[in-house]
Structures are given as C-alpha cells and as structure tokens.
C-alpha cells in the first residue's frame, strides 16, 4: 500500500477544468511559448506546457499566430489604445445621444475600476446607488427648509504679496530679452 501511495502524483487543475477544445487557454500558450525558448522539441514543448496531446500543442500554436496576426493588422490599420480612448472620449463629449454618452462614461470608469464600489464595513444590504439616493432626498429637504448667506474668508495681506510676487516672477520668464 505505501508502494502505491509514493508513485501517485499530485491532480492539479488549471482554471478550474479540463482544456476543452476552443477554450483560450493562455497560461499554457505562455507556458508553450517558455517551452520554445529552451527546447527544440515539439514533444518536450508538449510535456513542459502541459498539454496532452501533440494536436493540442499545434492547436495551441495555431492561437498563438492567430492572436499575433490580430494585433499586428489592429497596429496596421491605426487601431491602438490611443484610437480607442479617443474614440470613447468623442462619444462622452459631443454625442448626440444621451444613453450613449452614459455608456461612454461607464466605459471610462469601468477601465479605470471604478463601476462597482463595494461597502468594506460590511454588508448592510443596501448598494451604493441605494445610499446615493436616500442622500440625495436628504439633500432636497435641507435646501428646501431654509436660506443661507456664502461668506467669502478675507485673503490676507501677505498670501495677496506672495501671489502677486510669483505672478511677477512668472512674467520675468518669458519676457523677451
């Protein structure tokens, strides 16, 4: 029984399954791609990447050039980051429609991580929105109940010196000599 038990290796899943026959399976074209640099044999590149089969190792090549011949015609016809945020930038800015510029901006946020704001205190079971809102019917009941004045502060003498000072020195920069 100890026999036994010494030449059973390890099962370890990567991604949670099986390859399936379309997946887009990255790590082992990463892995393949390792393989290539250190080794000139198909059969070794199929057992260091881990694949079963040498049709799954050509397969996996095929995604390979496929993807580099995707990006290379993107670069080709000016289709990069900057076309792509410009783009975006144009519908948020001067679109005609406003559910499209909604989405634009979601877009922007979603890039940025910023479309789900998640509570860290802990569940209360409302979302973000929720909270927003009940805010913002606060906010109407408070403006409604009364009149305020805005005082401005007075600036003091010296911070008005000092900026007329940097401003001055400003202009001293770009003065023709």
């Known amino acids: 029984m100890n026999t036994l038990s010494k030449k059973l290796k ?3 899943f990567i991604k949670g399954g099986y390859n399936q026959y379309y997946s887009q399976n990255t790590f082992q074209q990463m892995l393949l791609l390792k393989a290539m640099s250190v080794s000139t044999n198909p059969n070794t590149w199929r057992k260091m990447a881990g694949l079963k089969t040498m049709a799954e190792v050509y397969r996996t090549l095929d ?3 496929m993807r580099k011949a995707y990006h290379e015609a993107l670069s080709i016809n000016g289709v990069d980051f900057d076309f792509i945020i ?3 930038k144009n ?3 001067s679109g005609k429609n406003e559910g499209v510029k909604l989405e634009a901006f979601k877009t922007f946020l979603k890039s940025l991580g910023l479309d789900q704001y998640e509570d860290v205190g802990g569940s209360s079971g409302t979302t973000w929105e929720d909270l927003v809102m009940k805010a913002n019917d606060k906010e109407k ?3 409604g109940s009364g009149d305020y004045d805005v005082v401005v502060p007075k600036i003091p003498k010296s911070i008005k010196t000092r900026r007329q000072e ?3 020195i400003g202009k001293s920069l770009y003065e023709n000599k």
Request: glycine share 6%; charged share 15%.
């Open 63 to 65: 995604k390979l050039s």
């Open 141 to 143: 009941v408070m403006i």
């Open 10 to 12: 390890p099962v370890t």
């Open 91 to 93: 519908l948020a800015s």
């Open 86 to 88: 410009s783009g975006i």
């Open 166 to 168: 940097e401003i001055d």
